[in-house]
């Protein structure tokens, strides 16, 4: 099957934005993909082994989360798996304030 990398990942994939892995589930899959690239593994699975929750998985875009039986799902060399990390930001400014709310500076 095909896993594909996401551009934050590259580096830690030899570059590829792609890699093809023997598997028949999608841990099957993880697991083959991060014995190749073992640096891979600290950015999608958690000391304790698990797939951290700011990584997102797609088995040919379905969401692995709400798949019946989710990583253990069974996966065929024709498959493709999407790693989608979660992306967090903003624009840098304070917005825990009401929208319309004056700042303490603009109040006096």
Do not use: C, W
Request: no cysteine.
């Amino acid at each position: 099957m095909t896993i594909f990398i996401p551009t934050p990942l590259r580096g830690f994939a030899g570059g590829q934005d792609a890699v093809e892995v023997a598997a028949t589930t999608i841990a099957e899959a993880l697991e083959g993909l991060t014995q190749t690239h073992p640096e891979l593994r600290k950015h999608l699975f958690s000391a304790e082994g698990k797939l951290r929750a700011f990584v997102n998985l797609y088995l040919n875009d379905e969401d692995v989360r709400y798949l019946p039986e989710k990583e253990a799902t069974a996966v065929k060399a024709a498959d493709t798996l999407s790693i989608i990390p979660s992306i967090a930001g903003g624009t840098g400014r304070s917005s825990n304030r009401a929208f319309g709310a004056k700042t303490l500076s603009q109040a006096n």
